[in-house]
Structures are given as structure tokens and as C-alpha cells.
């Protein structure tokens, strides 16, 4: 809890206890603006708990609400009127029918401030659902639709009728066709984001449509669709355009960029990431005729960059800020060309670029100083001099990727650490550094993301350097550093306290001692244990009751974890939304307990659960049934569960992956 | 003109083909023949225009006149050979070289009849032509000018075609020669052949372009058929009980019910297509409708490729839309085809819009929606299908009455000209190098030129045999 949590927290208290006095006599707007500047969710949860009068101001007070369980949903949107912004991309289990009952409850205007809507992998939602939202939210300007694969056109015709509607996600919608996408640029004339992505029914005449009837379209994502130049004609009449993703548009090709060239000069950021037939001839005449252009992401769709594209790049020396290659085989001479010309850049993905040297990151860093992001993913031809020339100039970076470098060491390090102190994010997987690198590291204080993976030479020391300095550390990946013992987990929860998603996969020499210490990290949402074979139930059941807030939990082949481990997981981890138990030693009992317990488990691995019998599976699969959206299972369980449980499963918008993988048991 | 004559000149491999043609009595083979003289001239030379649209009594004095004089001198050269053909039989020079000069003769003499009689026949009135009794006479030589009338105007043709036919395959061959051709509408003719040796060339040629087009030469030769020819609904008829057909091959499957001589393979083959068509000039056919663009006169004239593009627009665009679709009752058509394709996706339109309009194709209603604001398309769920009980009701429409087949044809006969392509060279093209292969013909053929098929054959006997119906039967089939 954060310090003004815990001020207010006592005030609260004393108040209460006074009688009338203290921060019951301030009047709810006061309150709000107290609740509005309190950023931890866990500090204003505090605070209503402890008063009523924070907890009246937050109900009339409260702008979002991400809601994880179907259950208390109709009570929350009648407790909180004023809400805009809602979240139910975590809701388990929800449904049409629970979706509408919410919205009547809510009452008439109950909903009537509400502006976005997140439904992201509510799966269980369809068009009767979102008939209701939308009648209830008049006022309604985004909707989050992605990842709902049943989603098709009634879904969509739905949501037209919204007719107020800026914002729409349609990520991997699988049903959507050209007729469920003119329903809604007919229905939402004012939409000025749309992406499609994945909606692989989309045509050109659905595009066609869209460029015609949206003109306020601002951003649109069209990747993976299966659209050719003639969308991009279309897209090119857009006057107020800024932003065009057509990632892995395969139809696509320099003529359709020509197509696009002749549009407006709003265009500001364009990807054409892994469109094969794009050309660097194409991208040329794309960028002489957007003299604007600020965001330029061609990775893995260019194999020869040639000397007219270099200076076209170079005519958009004032605007463009960003630029990624991957996958580009580069040269000395183009980084310095690209340096010349661009030099207002703030971000450059050279991640996978075959041919990347010391002397060309040195060329390109000496005129870009204003670079905070750098990829250098895989280019393992660089030293520790272009370590030394990116910290000479570029005292902004924020960002280092570095993954794979294998020929960089703690000196380079050193220079980064001492000349960047705005660094936050640094990838040094597979690089092999060690604690002495972590040393110069740990002078970074505003690190949030530090990746270590396969960098088995760190240990305990290390960690506890990390942990001295970092408190803001957010995401640490550890994987397979297999010389941190307990010992370092105990440093490390000592001083970053932040952190949330942790990765300890194969670090072997951890045992529950460990986990015990972890159990301290409350804000920890992601944790990665594969193959932590001394681990027993008894160090998941510290991590269960200590981790409140645990979302996804890795234990494959933790083989020691046992019905205990569930059980502690099923009494505590209320939040948890998926997890992996494939290996683990439980039995049927066990793994009942877990799906009938966690109401927001939503995706669960397991398979070579040896001891948990095909009734096992049966009833626990039953009990869980409504919540599950995702499984994994062993292929043999398809025909000795019953049919009924399985298309019981799938008509919940469960996908069950059936594997066919033989048991083998590992130690490393 | 003597049927004796000709079997002279006949022998032996011209037998087959007058056991199907002159000696037969059934007519729908035997007409074939006298064409073929007709065509194979169009192989030899000249380029005589005979301008016989206009009545001109001077002019048609004049043809009677030549006429007449013409068939004086055959007739004395025919006398001399009769005279000397049982002295001197063996004086083959001789004989060959009257032949020559009689053949020559009897070609000059039909294309002149034919001319003439062709620009007589507006005036003709159809009952009476169609009345004549179709068995054959020496008489209805007037008949076979006008019948024939399809032929005259004279271009240029190759030389290749000089051979008469022998074999029933290539009687088939020129059988479907015919009908393609007098199908393709074949009415204004510029394409006639007439013998370099007729002094009347001279007067007759007139301008080959009757259009009054300004047509680059050896662009492409125009045709234009007329309303009727246009409408009529079938092009072959058979020649002994009158019946029509739309299409040839029909045709054939109906003569089997008139004799076993019909049966035959090559009776019932289809006629094989030709290789020298390519030689013609390209044709291109104008709509009779004045003022409409497809029209010769038109400012900016847009020509017609194919007999049958000219039948769809003048039925699409001059004439009624007497054909309503069953299901909708609101599409009407003018073209049996067009109704019949609209028929196939009436009611099946699974594009719809909410405004009710229903689309065949996705682009179609994404179009309509873009044109109208607040349109939408509706999904298939929203709004029910039309029924598919309308269905059932398809097939039941009938095409309306057919014209009476007896009027219009020998009508139009007269007004138009016909196309040579059914005379043409086509058909003949490949059966003539058979005939030179086999050699029976050799002498004869090629010292007889381009004539010679001509007088091969029995001539005036079959031309009079020639019913009415058989020309408008051959006409009638461009209308499939």
C-alpha cells in the first residue's frame, strides 16, 4: 500500500471512530478528487473498505470498473452510476443472459454515461448481449470486441446500432465478413478507429465500403486480411488518416503503395511488417508522397533495401520517429545513411538484421541522439564499442534490447548503466553476463524490465544487487538462470517489491523455502515455475495465500506439487485465469476441488495428469464447465469423455486443444 | 441445263452425288447441289458488281435482253455437241472445249437471272412464291433467281474452290456450307462471282459498298439483314414436309423419319467446319433500324460481329419485351435467353439490402449501400429468402407464338441480300482437295475452271426443284 493509501487509510479509520468527524464532513466531490488521485486500484479499495463516506464518494464517483466474475456484476453496475469505462474482457463466464440481467439491473440510465466497452475474449457474448449493452449505452464510443472468435456478422450488425461508435476492435472476430463490416460503417459513420485484424473474410469490397462511409477514420489495422490493391485505392481517399497497419497483407504490393502514396498527407504511421510483394521500390513511392510520415515498420518484408528508398528516408528527416528492419540484411553504409537522414528518430528495430557492426551502430547513433528505443535483437555481431557509442549519445535511452549479443560483457554494460539513467527496459537474454553486470545494472533505478534468461553465470549476488537499487522493478525474467537459490529470491523480494510477472522456469535449486519468500510479492500476476522439481503443495500454498493478485501460474512438470498445492491454489487464488498443470502429481479429488473452486480460471493445461482418472476429468470438467474458454488436454481423453461434456464445453465458447505429446519426464 | 448433259460430264464419281441429289426425290439433298457451282465460282476471279437492288425497267430490259441472247448461243453450242457427240466420240478436245464454253455460258446466264430476278422480287407477293410447287420444273427458273438471290454481288474470292462435290461427306460438308452461310442472314451480298467472259459485267458492276460507308478497304465487309429476316424463328426447314427447325443438326434428326437414306452416318454427321474461312474478309452486320447506332447510317456506327448479336440487339432494342418472368412478374425481356438466364437467379438474389432490393452479387449491393445513405445490407437471417415455391413455376413460360413461317420468309428473300457464306468456300475448301486426290474429276475440274461444278451437276433441274421453304429453312437457322 502506497504512503497517501495509508494516510487516508488512517484518517478513515479515525474518522469512523470519532464519530462524524475527520473525513466524513468532507463532501463527496472532495472525496472523489482524494479517490481520483490515488493511483493503486489496492490503496482506494483500502479506503472503501475503511470508510463509508469514501466508499459512498466512490460510487458516485467511479469512472471504470473491470469486473473478473460474472456473479457481482449486476450489483456493481447498479453501485457505481457514473461509470464510462468497463471492462469484461476478465469476466468469467459471462454470457447473453447474465450480460442482459446485469444491464437491467442496472436500470434505466444506469448505464447511460458509459463510453467504452471491453469484451476482449468474452467469448460467451453474442449479438442478444450486445443488443442490450448497446440499447442501454447511448452514449457508447469504444468497443472491444477482439478475440471473440464466434463473433461473426450478427455480432457486429449489433453493435451498428451504436450509432456514436469512434472505436472498434475486431481483432481475430473469425466470422466477420464484408456484411457484418458495412452493417457497422453504416451503422457508425463517426468511427475513427477500426481494427480488423485476422478477420480473414474481409474483402476489398468491404474495405471499399469502409473508405467510403467513415471518413473520419483516423486508424485502421487491415493485418492479415486477404485484401488487395484495391483496398488500399480505397483507404487512400481517407482524408484524415493517420495511422495503417497492413501487417502480413500478402495481395499487397508496390503498386498498391503507389495506390496509397496518391492519398492525403494525414498518414503518419504505416506498417507493412511482412507483406511478401512490398518492395523497397513500392515504399519508396509510399514515402514521396507522405512527406509527414513518422512511423515506418517494414520488418521482415524487405530483402534488398536499394539506394532510392535511402533517399526518400532521407526526405523524411524532419518527421520520421520511428523505423524498424527487421529481418533486413543491412550494411555499415545504410546505418550511417539512415543516421544521416533520419535523425529526429526516437525508436530504430534492427532486431534479426543480418550484418549489423560496431561501425554502423556507431555511424547511426552519432546523429541520432534522440534514440530511446533500441533493438538489437540477435545481432550478434556487435561489441561492447556500440555499447560504448549508444551510451555516449544517447543519453535518452530507455529502452535496450540486446537479446542474443553474445559478444557484449559487463564493461559495455557499465557505460550503458553510468550514461543512461532513464533506462527502464533492458534484454539481455542469452548473453551470458554476469553478476558483475548486474552490479553496474542495479545503478539504473528507474529499471522496470529486466530480462536475464539463459544467463546461467548470475546468482544470488546478482540478484541482490538487482535488488538493492531497482524497487520499480516490474517483470523479471529469470529463465533457466539455474545457479539462483532460495537465497536470491529472498534478496530479491526484499527490495523490488513491484514486480509482477516473474519467470523462474528451470531454476532448479529453488525449493518452497523460496516460493515462501515470493509469497510476499502481493502484486504478482504472472508467475513461471516449470520444472521446479523441489518444489512441493507446501511452497504453492505460501505462494497462494501470499500472491493475492496471481493470474497465470506456470507449474509444468513441477513434479512434487500435489493435491495440496491445488487445494491451497483453489482456497486462495481467486484471481488466478490460467494455469498450467500439465505433470503435476494430482489426483481427480484434487484437480475437482481447483475447477469447481476458482471462478475466474478460464484456461487450464494439463496434460499427463497420470493420477486423475477419466471420471476425474469428467466431473471436474463439468464442474467448471460454463468458465473454461481454453484447454489442453492429452488426444486419448477426446473419445473416453463423454460427448455430451464436450459439446457442452464448446457450445460455452470452450477450445480444446487436443494434444499428442508422450510422456517423458525431464530434470533440467 | 439437259440432264443428259450432265450425266456426261458427271461420271463416274459424280454418281454418289446425283443418287443423292438430282435423281433423289427428296429435295432437301438435291437442292444442295446447284449450289455448289455457285460457290466454286467464287473461288475463280472477276469482280463483277451487279447492283440489284434498284428497279429499273431500262435495266431489266436489258437483262432479259442479254438473257435471252445467252441462252440462244447455249443453246446452239448444245445442239452442235448433240449433233456431234455420236460421230465424234472420241474427240475429247473438242467436247471439252464446248463443255467449257457452255459452262462458262450457263454461269454468265444464272447470275444474270438471278440478278434481275432479285431486284424483281420486292414486289413479289409471298403466297404466290411460296404457293409454286415445289417439285421441279424447267419453268421456276424465275425461282431459282430470286431463291438465289442471296448470292450476287461479286468481290474477290480465292481461287481454291473450283471443285464439285462428289462424296456424301462432302455433300454434308456443303450441305452445312449452305445453311451456315444462308443462316448467317446471308441477304446483302457483295460478294458475288460472275465469268470474267460475261460481257455484261460491265453494266452490272456497280459499287461493292452499298452502305455508302467510307469503309478503309478490306477492313471488313458489312451486311445488313432486314426486320423480318431478323425475326423469323427458324432457319432450317425440311424439304419435303416443310417443318422448321432452329438449328441444323435438329433438322437431320427429323429427315431420318423421311427415308433410311437420311440415316446414314454421313446423312446424320455434322457437317465438319472448314479451314478456309479464313481467307474471307471479316464480316460485320449493321441493324436495319434507322437512327439507332448499331445502323450503317449512324454518325458514329458501331458494326454487329455475328448474325446472332444482331438478332439480341434488334430484339433487345427495337422490339417489345414480350417475356415477363414468372416468379418477379416485374422483369421483361425481349430475348427468350435473357429470360431464362434472369430466371435461373430471380428470387435467388442472397445480397439484400434493407431497403428490400436483393442483389446477385456481394460488389452489386455494396455498391447500392454506398449510393444511399442510411441503406444497409441485411443480413440473411434478418429478412426472410423469396420463397423457393416460385421456382416450380419456372420452365412454365413459353415462348409466344412463332410467326407464321410461310410469310415472312420468301418476304424477306426478296427485299435483301444475302451473304455468300453459305455458298462459300467454307464447306468446300477441304472436300475439294479430296476430289483432286482421287483424280476422277482431274480433267474435268480444272479444264472446266471455275464453272465447271456448275455444269457438273444438274443444274436447271434442281434449281427448279428448289422449294421456297428450303431458303427461308436455311435462313432461319442464324436465329439459334
Not at chain 2, 454427321?269 to 447506332?293: I, M, N, Q, T, W
Amino acid at each position: 500500500m502506497s504512503r497517501e493509501g495509508q494516510k487516508l487509510d488512517y484518517a478513515a479509520a479515525g474518522g469512523n471512530g470519532a464519530g462524524g468527524v475527520g473525513i466524513g464532513v468532507l463532501s463527496l466531490d472532495l472525496l472523489g478528487q482524494v479517490l481520483d488521485r490515488l493511483r493503486e486500484p489496492r490503496d482506494r479499495k483500502a479506503c472503501r473498505l475503511v470508510s463509508r463516506a469514501f466508499e459512498r464518494a466512490e460510487a458516485t464517483h467511479r469512472r471504470a470498473l473491470r469486473v473478473l466474475r460474472r456473479e457481482p456484476l449486476p450489483r456493481l453496475l447498479r453501485a457505481f452510476p457514473s461509470l464510462e469505462r468497463l471492462d469484461l474482457s476478465a469476466c468469467a463466464s459471462l454470457d447473453d443472459a447474465s450480460l442482459s440481467a446485469a444491464i437491467a439491473a442496472a436500470g434505466a440510465g444506469g448505464l447511460a454515461g458509459l463510453r467504452r466497452v471491453c469484451l476482449a475474449r468474452a467469448s460467451g457474448v453474442g449479438w442478444r448481449g450486445l443488443e442490450a449493452l448497446v440499447a442501454a449505452c447511448p452514449r457508447l464510443e469504444a468497443v472491444d470486441l477482439s478475440h471473440c472468435v464466434g463473433a461473426g456478422d450478427r455480432e457486429v450488425a449489433a453493435l451498428a446500432a451504436a450509432a456514436g461508435l469512434r472505436e472498434l476492435r475486431l481483432d481475430k472476430c473469425l466470422a466477420v465478413t464484408d456484411m457484418g463490416l458495412a452493417k457497422v460503417v453504416v451503422g457508425c459513420p463517426r468511427l475513427e478507429k477500426l481494427s480488423v485484424k485476422w478477420c480473414r473474410e474481409i474483402s476489398d469490397i468491404g474495405i471499399d465500403l469502409l473508405a467510403k462511409k467513415c471518413p473520419e477514420l483516423r486508424s485502421l489495422n487491415i493485418s492479415y486480411l486477404k485484401v488487395g490493391n484495391g483496398s488500399l485505392r480505397s483507404i487512400s481517399t481517407l482524408e484524415k488518416l493517420e495511422e495503417l497497419a497492413m501487417v502480413g497483407c500478402s495481395c499487397i504490393d508496390d503498386e498498391g503503395l503507389e495506390l496509397l502514396s496518391k492519398g492525403s498527407d494525414s498518414l503518419q504511421s504505416v506498417d507493412v511488417s511482412r507483406c511478401d510483394h512490398v518492395t523497397y521500390q513500392g515504399l519508396a513511392s509510399l514515402i514521396d508522397g507522405r512527406k509527414f510520415l513518422q512511423k515506418l515498420h517494414v520488418a521482415d518484408c524487405l530483402h534488398e533495401i536499394g539506394q532510392r528508398f535511402v533517399s526518400k528516408l532521407a526526405t523524411l528527416k524532419e518527421t520520421l520517429t520511428a523505423l524498424k528492419l527487421d529481418g533486413l540484411e543491412v550494411s555499415d553504409s545504410l546505418l550511417q545513411a539512415i543516421g544521416e537522414g533520419c535523425n529526429k528518430l526516437v525508436e530504430i528495430g534492427l532486431s534479426k538484421c543480418s550484418g549489423v557492426t560496431d561501425e554502423g551502430i556507431s555511424s547511426l547513433v552519432a546523429r541520432c541522439t534522440d534514440l530511446r528505443t533500441i533493438d538489437l535483437t540477435c545481432c550478434n555481431l556487435i561489441t561492447n564499442n556500440a555499447l560504448d557509442s549508444i551510451a555516449d549519445n544517447c543519453k535518452m535511452l530507455e529502452c535496450l534490447r540486446l537479446e542474443s549479443c553474445s559478444l557484449i560483457n559487463e564493461k559495455g554494460l557499465e557505460r550503458i548503466a553510468n550514461c543512461s539513467p532513464n533506462l527502464k527496459e533492458i534484454d539481455l537474454t542469452d548473453c551470458g553476463v554476469n553478476d558483475a553486470a548486474l552490479q553496474h545494472l542495479a545503478k539504473c533505478s528507474e529499471l522496470r524490465t529486466l530480462k536475464l534468461g539463459l544467463c546461467s553465470s548470475i546468482s544470488d549476488k546478482g540478484i541482490a544487487f538487482i535488488s538493492s537499487n531497482c524497487g520499480k522493478l516490474v517483470e523479471l525474467d529469470l529463465y533457466r538462470c539455474n545457479s539462483i537459490t532460495d537465497d536470491g529470491l529472498a534478496a530479491l523480494v526484499n527490495g523490488c517489491k513491484k514486480i509482477k510477472l516473474l519467470n523462474l522456469c528451470y531454476c532448479n535449486k529453488i525449493t518452497d523455502s523460496g516460493l515462501g519468500h515470493l509469497g510476499s510479492l502481493e502484486e504478482l500476476t504472472n508467475l513461471e515455475l516449470r520444472c521446479l522439481v523441489r518444489i512441493t503443495g507446501i511452497g504453492i500454498s505460501s505462494i497462494a495465500t501470499g500472491c493475492k493478485s496471481l493470474i497465470e501460474l506456470d507449474l509444468k512438470r513441477c513434479y512434487s506439487v500435489d493435491d495440496a498445492g491445488l487445494g491451497a491454489l483453489a482456497r486462495n487464488a481467486f484471481n488466478l485465469r490460467q494455469l498450467t498443470i500439465s505433470y503435476c502429481q494430482v489426483t481427480g479429488l484434487g484437480l475437482c476441488h481447483l475447477l469447481s473452486s476458482l471462478r475466474c480460471l478460464q484456461d487450464i493445461k494439463m496434460v499427463h495428469l497420470s493420477w486423475v482418472s477419466i471420471e476425474g476429468f469428467e466431473i471436474a470438467l463439468r464442474a467448471a464447465c460454463g468458465r473454461l474458454k481454453k484447454l489442453k488436454m492429452l488426444n486419448g481423453l477426446k473419445t473416453v469423455l463423454s460427448p455430451e461434456l464436450l459439446q457442452m464445453l464448446h457450445a460455452c465458447g470452450c477450445r480444446i486443444r487436443w494434444v499428442d505429446k508422450p510422456l517423458v519426464y525431464k530434470d533440467c | 441445263m439437259d440432264r443428259g448433259q450432265n450425266h456426261i460430264h458427271g461420271q463416274s464419281a459424280a454418281n454418289l452425288c446425283y443418287q443423292f441429289g438430282s435423281d433423289n426425290p427428296l429435295l432437301g439433298m438435291g437442292i444442295q447441289q446447284p449450289f455448289v457451282p455457285f460457290t466454286s465460282p467464287f473461288g475463280a476471279s472477276s469482280s463483277t458488281n451487279i447492283p440489284h437492288m434498284d428497279w429499273n425497267p431500262a435495266t431489266m430490259l436489258d437483262n432479259l435482253t442479254f438473257i435471252e441472247d445467252k441462252i440462244r448461243q447455249v443453246k446452239d453450242v448444245i445442239r452442235t455437241m448433240v449433233d456431234n457427240g455420236g460421230q465424234l466420240p472420241c474427240r475429247q478436245g473438242d467436247l471439252t472445249q464446248q463443255q467449257q464454253v457452255v459452262n462458262a455460258d450457263l454461269t454468265c446466264l444464272i447470275v444474270q437471272l438471278i440478278s434481275t430476278a432479285g431486284s424483281l422480287l420486292p414486289s413479289l407477293k409471298n403466297s404466290s412464291f411460296l404457293s409454286h410447287p415445289p417439285a421441279g420444273h424447267m419453268d421456276t427458273v424465275n425461282h431459282v433467281g430470286s431463291s438465289s438471290s442471296f448470292i450476287p454481288n461479286v468481290t474477290t474470292i480465292s481461287e481454291e474452290n473450283k471443285e464439285d462435290m462428289c462424296s456424301p461427306e462432302d455433300y454434308e460438308e456443303l450441305f452445312k456450307g449452305f445453311t451456315d452461310g444462308a443462316m448467317e442472314g446471308g441477304i446483302e451480298i457483295d460478294n458475288v462471282f460472275v465469268e470474267e467472259q460475261d460481257a455484261k459485267d460491265g453494266d452490272e458492276g456497280g459499287d461493292a459498298s452499298m452502305d455508302g460507308e467510307n469503309l478503309p478497304p478490306g477492313s471488313y465487309e458489312l451486311l445488313q439483314l432486314e426486320k423480318d429476316e431478323i425475326l423469323a424463328p427458324h432457319t432450317h426447314f425440311c424439304s419435303i414436309c416443310g417443318k422448321g427447325f432452329k438449328r441444323d443438326a435438329n433438322l437431320r434428326m427429323h429427315m431420318r423419319g423421311h427415308g433410311d437414306e437420311y440415316k446414314s452416318p454421313a446423312a446424320l454427321a455434322k457437317p465438319p467446319r472448314d479451314a478456309s474461312a479464313e481467307h474471307e474478309l471479316v464480316k460485320r452486320y449493321s441493324c436495319p433500324f434507322v437512327g439507332c447506332k448499331r445502323n450503317k447510317l449512324h454518325k458514329n456506327f458501331q458494326p454487329l460481329k455475328t448474325i446472332l448479336c444482331v438478332k439480341n440487339h434488334y430484339k433487345r432494342s427495337h422490339c417489345e419485351k414480350s417475356y415477363t418472368c414468372s416468379r418477379c412478374h416485374t422483369k421483361k425481356f425481349s430475348v427468350m435467353a435473357d429470360l431464362k438466364t434472369h430466371e435461373k437467379h430471380c428470387g435467388r438474389d442472397k445480397w439484400l439490402c434493407s431497403c428490400g432490393t436483393s442483389f446477385s452479387r456481394k460488389d452489386k449491393l455494396f455498391a447500392h449501400v454506398a449510393l444511399f445513405q442510411g441503406h444497409t445490407p441485411a443480413l440473411p437471417a434478418d429478412e426472410p429468402k423469396n420463397s423457393s415455391d416460385q421456382i416450380s413455376r419456372v420452365g412454365s413460360h413459353q415462348e409466344p407464338a412463332k410467326f407464321p413461317s410461310s410469310m415472312s420468309s420468301s418476304f424477306m428473300w426478296g427485299t435483301s441480300s444475302s451473304d455468300d457464306r453459305g455458298l462459300d468456300i467454307k464447306g468446300l475448301a477441304g472436300c475439294s482437295e479430296d476430289i483432286l486426290s482421287t483424280g476422277n474429276f482431274g480433267s474435268f475440274n480444272f479444264s472446266f475452271g471455275p464453272a465447271d461444278g456448275f455444269t457438273g451437276e444438274p443444274s436447271g433441274s434442281t434449281f427448279s426443284v428448289l422449294p421456297p421453304e428450303h431458303f427461308q429453312s436455311a435462313q432461319k437457322k442464324g436465329k439459334n
